[in-house]
């Protein structure tokens, strides 16, 4: 059955408000057909108009050309159908087809020159500026490569007078700053796009667009945070639009050309759609070169044979999507040159593709899977080294470790290579030494490293050094520990400790040589703790006196050399960490904190990152943020060049916490990008890494990044709730929905916030679950999802009445009062009744109130509840049909009466509450002027005015503006008469 007029146009508003692509050209294209069939000319106009807009924002833009031809030809035929708007839609659209041709390659450039023609010629029959025809010629003369005839276009583009036919200024910038990029002009093109980058200028492609064209700019002018943050923002506006095809390929450049190539997988994999050669050639050139340049980059890293998404049909590997984007690429750019006359597309193409990388790494916050790169094959062995070269090493790593320096490491390890199959050129000693250090490189194997230790020792007692001997077996006893055989393991370093005091005794074993043994056996006995033994207190009491009598003998031996302060050290920092586990961060911060001061006297910062972290972590526990962010920063200081990615990554993360609780967000963003990036280095994406994405997500809100702060958010919530507590994916979701409805997405926020309260329903403190309620609520009212609103008010109120809340559900019932004015059917009714039960509920609170903060707080919620009541009486009366002057001038009246209560409330307060009760005062004012009693409105301005003065605070400017505004109105309504 035919639909009628009315329901072909609802049907027409409803496809208008779909998501791009086919599935709304498809209704679009139907109504066309209905309207037809209708025989309504205006209906007909009003489908055709629809589906070339559809077509223009989708991947199907060249069927753009028949429908406008039929509208064209209906114009030239009959213009009486065509009403005002008509007319400038036809107008407007033509600029689409004449743009849409120069995308076609295979029109002819004849062809696109004549429809520039025509376009000319009827703009300016219809009276129109030059502007959009100038921009027209210009983008002519850019594609096919005519730089003249493109800036005297430019120009007079620029030089034209903005009119209706001119492009959204938005739009505009956006091709004036490209262009200005293009020709090596990245600092003016990034101020010409500054406007919509501010906000200042958009529309429903813009900034997107820009923000995709600013990437590489940004990064080429060393603004890598701006560029990153662009990404975060820009991408998470374009994933979900298909005629965006173009801008993901920008998106994905970016990516690979700033060592982020996992990521820029991602978003491939999220568009592959984008592979159809449907819509018009010029975007999937422009998505086929930052693939082609991708798909490079995977195999110059050695990951030609990994599988990458692709064209459907197949599976593909990095090394033939290069090659298959390469070709399709360069045989699209050479019919637009063909086409052209030129090579300027083929030449833009090409350079694409071949681009070197702009930075080696730029860390972007967001999940992304790690790319394992395969290590490069071996260089030929170098030639051996001389016996005279092995001994210089070995003697260079003995000096390093007498007088312990950082490189003592990277020392044993360069003799170990050099030395490896060449130890009979070595006297006994540094044979030992030798697989002593082979044996310490093999510690992920325990088994094969007690038995490289013993050997060790052997060689040691061969070659006469008893002392380094027990030292070899007591690093074997350690071994055994790690293997979880504690109590052969304590055995055997108990006897090599007793064995280095006697001959410490004697005077052949070195102070050092005994700390090292004494703080292995404190080690090996902590490790036994941590097995949990049957005996847990007499494991801990053992552990203790082994810390004590380690302790001691650091500090009766200090003088003997700065080990053994390092030693000493170790094993503060060991009592601190026993600390912070049984639950004494305060016993904790001190020990970490004497460690430290001991390296930094034996200048040893250094060797001793562990404890600074330490310090840092017990001073966070202790609420002390500032000692944790000067700990951890010396810590990276001093140790991040040897720490593993993982615990960088900790560090980095601990850092960021710190610093977010000293206010400093802008450099907690930082480190929590770091750590991020740290985690996904180690492969610890989905644990650490979701940890660390989270930290970010709250550091980027705290700053107001909303969009950033939501892209971060999004990507590590699925890790969060696969392997982390409740407690974090609870303020993921809650800082997600806050984001959100900042981004005015309301439904989505909505949604976050509901799945957060589902799980915070649980818990035994109910403040998040009413909370998490009542923000869905807002949100929810704010989405027009009145009756979900309702209902998780009605949750919100009845979870803060059960915590006795009265000022939360107070606000709760103000809100449903709002909810309900907005109803027909009895809603204003409703909406005072609960305003009235607010009321009633404040001032019982408010009486019943124990202590001044109390009531303090409810005073100011009772005159809030007086002055939102006299608004909405106010608002429905002036949003009821009819005029009725005398039902006005009631309710006005009615609603001065509650404002004035509410002032009178306020007043009360104090000086705590004089902004509330100077907003209430000059809304009071308004309704004075309305009721036509300017002296009174003149009289409570000016009094306003007087006391807020000069004050330069911003409360106290909007004040005087809105002050001085009611001045004007009142002084204007009494030279009127009225």
């Known amino acids: 059955m035919n639909r009628t007029a009315s329901a072909l146009r609802q049907a027409l508003q409803d496809n208008m408000n779909e998501p791009e692509g086919p599935a709304r050209n498809a209704v679009a294209e139907r109504l066309v057909d209905e309207a037809g069939q209708a025989g309504d000319t205006a209906l007909l106009l009003d489908t055709l108009f629809n589906v070339l807009s559809a077509y223009n924002f989708s991947s199907e833009s060249e069927k753009m050309f028949v429908p406008f031809a039929r509208v064209l030809r209906m114009w030239d035929e009959r213009p009486e159908d065509f009403d005002q708007y008509a007319e400038h839609r036809l107008h407007w659209m033509f600029k689409w087809v004449a743009s849409g041709m120069l995308d076609q390659p295979d029109i002819p450039l004849a062809s696109v020159e004549k429809w520039h023609a025509e376009m000319e010629h009827r703009y300016r029959v219809a009276g129109h500026s030059e502007r959009a025809v100038r921009q027209s010629e210009f983008r002519i003369a850019r594609d096919t490569g005519d730089a003249a005839r493109a800036e005297r276009a430019f120009a007079a583009w620029l030089a034209a007078d903005r009119d209706r036919m001119s492009d959204c200024h938005a739009c505009e910038l956006h091709t004036q700053g490209d262009w200005l990029n293009r020709r090596g002009r990245p600092e003016e093109a990034l101020e010409t796009w500054r406007p919509v980058l501010a906000g200042e200028h958009t529309c429903a492609h813009e900034p997107h667009v820009v923000l995709a064209s600013s990437l590489l700019p940004l990064v080429r002018l060393g603004r890598t945070d701006e560029a990153r943050a662009h990404h975060l923002r820009g991408y998470r506006m374009i994933r979900d639009m298909e005629s965006m095809r173009a801008t993901v390929g920008d998106h994905i450049e970016f990516c690979a050309l700033t060592g982020n190539e996992a990521r820029a997988l991602e978003i491939l994999a999220e568009h592959t759609g984008h592979f159809a050669p449907s819509g018009d050639p010029l975007s999937l050139l422009e998505f086929l070169a930052p693939v082609a340049l991708l798909a490079r980059r995977l195999t110059d890293l050695?990951?030609?044979v990994r599988r990458v998404p692709g064209p459907a049909g197949r599976e593909w590997t990095a090394a033939e999507l290069s090659a298959h984007a390469r070709a399709e690429a360069l045989e699209l750019a050479g019919r637009f040159d063909r086409r052209n006359g030129s090579t300027v597309v083929g030449d833009r193409v090409r350079a694409r593709m071949d681009a070197a990388p702009l930075v080696e790494r730029l860390p972007l916050g967001v999940r992304a899977e790690r790319l394992t790169v395969p290590r490069p094959a071996p260089a030929a062995p170098p030639a051996p080294a001389s016996p005279d070269a092995v001994r210089e090493l070995l003697a260079t790593a003995r000096r390093l470790t007498e007088d312990p320096a950082p490189g003592v490491r990277a020392a044993w390890e360069a003799f170990a290579r050099a030395a490896h199959g060449r130890e009979d050129g070595l006297d006994p000693l540094g044979r030992a030494e030798l697989a002593d250090h082979e044996a310490m490189e093999r510690v992920a194997e325990p088994a094969k490293c007690v038995e490289g230790f013993r050997s060790a020792a052997l060689l040691y007692e061969d070659a006469g050094h008893p002392a380094q001997a027990a030292l070899a077996r007591a690093r074997a006893a350690l071994a055994l520990s790690f293997a979880g055989r504690a109590a052969e393991a304590v055995a055997a370093v108990e006897a090599e400790c007793a064995l280095l005091r006697g001959l410490h005794a004697e005077g052949r074993a070195e102070p050092r040589s005994v700390a090292t043994a004494l703080l292995y056996r404190c080690r090996v006995l902590r490790n036994g703790v941590d097995d949990g033994p049957e005996d847990a207190a007499g494991a801990l009491a053992a552990l203790e006196a082994a810390l004590d009598e380690a302790a001691a003998f650091g500090e009766e031996h200090r003088a003997a050399g700065r080990m053994v302060s390092g030693r000493l050290a170790d094993v503060l920092q060991l009592r601190g960490e026993l600390a912070l586990e049984a639950g004494d961060p305060a016993r904790a911060a001190g020990w970490f904190g004497r460690a430290v001061e001991l390296t930094?006297?034996?200048?040893?910062?250094?060797?001793?990152?562990?404890?600074?972290?330490?310090?840092?972590?017990?001073a966070m526990a202790c609420g002390d943020p500032e000692t944790a962010v000067a700990a951890a920063r010396s810590a990276l200081e001093h140790g991040a060049e040897s720490m593993e990615d993982a615990h960088a990554a900790r560090v980095h993360v601990l850092l960021s916490e710190a610093l977010t609780a000293t206010d400093r967000h802008g450099p907690a963003v930082e480190h929590a990008l770091e750590a991020a990036h740290w985690a996904d280095q180690?492969?610890?994406?989905?644990?650490?890494?979701?940890?660390?994405?989270?930290?970010?997500g709250g550091a980027l809100h705290r700053l107001g990044r909303a969009d950033e702060a939501a892209s971060v958010l999004e990507t590590a919530l699925p890790d969060l709730e696969q392997g982390h507590g409740d407690g974090q994916v609870v303020q993921?979701?809650?800082?997600?929905?806050?984001?959100?409805?900042?981004?005015?997405?309301?439904?989505?926020?909505?949604?976050q916030f509901l799945r957060a309260a589902s799980v915070a329903q649980h818990w035994e403190d109910q403040r998040d679950h009413a909370v998490l309620a009542h923000m869905a609520a807002d949100c929810l009212g704010r989405a027009g999802r009145d009756d979900e609103a309702e209902r998780a008010y009605e949750r919100a109120e009845a979870l803060w009445r059960g915590l006795e809340r009265p000022e939360a559900y107070v606000r709760v019932l103000r809100a449903r009062a709002w909810l309900a004015a907005r109803r027909e059917d009895g809603g204003p009714a409703r909406a005072r009744e609960l305003m009235a039960e607010a009321e009633r509920a404040c001032a019982a609170?408010?009486?019943?109130?124990?202590?001044d903060e109390a009531r303090e707080l409810l005073r100011g919620e009772l005159a809030d509840t007086h002055r939102q009541t006299g608004e909405l009486i106010v608002r429905c009366c002036e949003d009821a049909p009819g005029d009725d002057e005398g039902a006005a001038e009631e309710a006005y009246e009615e609603g001065l009466a509650h404002l004035e209560r509410a002032v009178a409330v306020f007043a009360e307060?104090?000086?705590a509450l004089r902004d509330q009760r100077t907003g209430a005062e000059l809304a009071a004012a308004w309704l004075e002027v309305d009721l036509g009693r300017n002296a009174a409105a003149t009289a409570r301005a000016r009094a306003v005015l007087a006391e807020y003065g000069d004050a330069p605070e911003d409360v106290a400017r909007a004040r005087r503006a809105e002050a001085e505004n009611v001045l004007m109105y009142a002084g204007r309504e009494s030279a009127s008469g009225v």
């Open 302 to 304: 050695g990951l030609g």
């Open 682 to 696: 180690a492969g610890e994406s989905a644990t650490l890494g979701a940890w660390a994405r989270l930290t970010l």
């Open 909 to 911: 307060g104090g000086p």
């Open 845 to 851: 609170a408010l009486a019943a109130a124990g202590d």
């Open 600 to 618: 930094d006297a034996a200048d040893l910062a250094w060797y001793a990152p562990e404890a600074r972290v330490g310090l840092a972590r017990a």
């Open 732 to 751: 993921a979701r809650w800082w997600l929905g806050e984001c959100l409805a900042a981004l005015g997405d309301h439904r989505e926020a909505a949604g």
